[in-house]
Nanobody, 130 residues
Framework: QVQLVESGGGSVQAGGSLRLSCTVS??????????LGWFRQAPGKAREGVAA????????YYTDSVKGRFIISQDGATKTLILQMNKLKPEDTAMYYC?????????????????????WGQGTQVTVSS
């Protein structure tokens, strides 16, 4: 069973930065066969895909609202997924989740669809004040 544990959330002022980490236990899968994603959900809103990566091909994906501000990266040796968030805005305030899909989500925006991910972390809160 794949297990994911997020850390690194907190409160920051607009324009600041935060770094989210997610440690992943991949058994029985291997690191390079999983699609790993970050999602967020604000109160009263649907869960949305923020960024994802497929380590097997080095692919990365971002939703438009975070392009140029957020960077997703991964370390297969430590099985850690990172989301570096810069130039944060109040509208980035949400619960952030890391998730894993047991296949490559390469077609269109499939990486951003929550139902395509089988495994989820418990979430970490990010609050950005103006």
């Amino acid at each position: 069973q794949v297990q994911l544990v997020e850390s690194g959330g907190g409160s920051v002022q607009a324009g600041g930065s935060l770094r989210l980490s997610c440690t992943v236990s991949t058994f029985p899968y291997t690191w390079d066969t999983l699609t790993l994603g970050w999602f967020r959900q604000a109160p009263g809103k649907a869960r949305e895909g923020v960024a994802a990566t497929y380590p097997g091909a080095g692919s990365t994906y971002y939703t438009d609202s975070v392009k140029g501000r957020f960077i997703i990266s991964q370390d297969g040796a430590t099985k850690t997924l990172i989301l570096q968030m810069n130039k944060l805005k109040p509208e980035d305030t949400a619960m952030y989740y890391c998730a894993a899909a047991d296949s490559r989500l390469w077609f269109g925006n499939s990486w951003s669809v929550p139902n395509n991910y089988k495994f989820w972390g418990q979430g970490t809160q990010v609050t950005v004040s103006s």
